[in-house]
């Protein structure tokens, strides 16, 4: 049986999936709490602590996703899209790399798109962020080795 999740329950899932993954994989990874927040997910290493965002979806499309602006910050996005309640979602894993060649992708198709400093985009009509399909980073699938080898 497919459950359609509320947006704040779907945020938590894509949060508490992704942290567990890691987890999983060896990495410690700690939830950041609030409503106002930048990043969702810390990993913690030795020298240095990674950004992690977090987004999950259920419907064709991960809408209005923000940028990455520094190296270690990470994108994982879950899709639950016909998913039952036991199957395992789909994770795509982003680096800074990755978002930019989206960004690239994206100018070719619309050339008067604005990229700011975090690498978000605005387009012509004021619409903010970029709406993603599973197909546009298919090649990020399951990458989870971009972020655990920084950490192990």
Not at 45 to 57: D, G, I, N
Not at 141 to 148: L, S
Request: glycine share 6%; aromatic share 8%.
């Amino acid at each position: 049986m497919k459950t359609k999740l509320s947006r704040e329950f779907m945020g938590l899932f894509g949060e508490y999936a992704v942290a567990s993954e890691l987890c999983r994989r060896g990495v410690y990874a700690q939830l950041t709490l609030g409503h106002h927040k930048q990043t969702d997910i810390l990993v913690e290493t030795e020298t240095q602590v990674l950004r992690v965002s977090a987004k999950a979806k259920q419907g064709n499309e991960w809408p209005s996703v923000s940028g990455l602006s520094r190296p270690d910050d990470y994108l994982v996005l879950t899709d639950l899209r016909d998913k039952s309640e036991g199957d395992r979602p789909e994770f795509y894993i982003l680096n800074r790399d990755d978002w930019r060649l989206l960004i690239d992708s994206e100018r070719k198709k619309h050339p008067g798109i604005i990229v700011d400093k975090q690498n978000c985009i605005t387009y012509q009509d004021g619409w903010k962020g970029l709406n993603i399909k599973p197909k546009m980073v298919a090649n990020c699938k399951e990458q989870w080795n971009k972020i655990v080898a920084r950490v192990l």
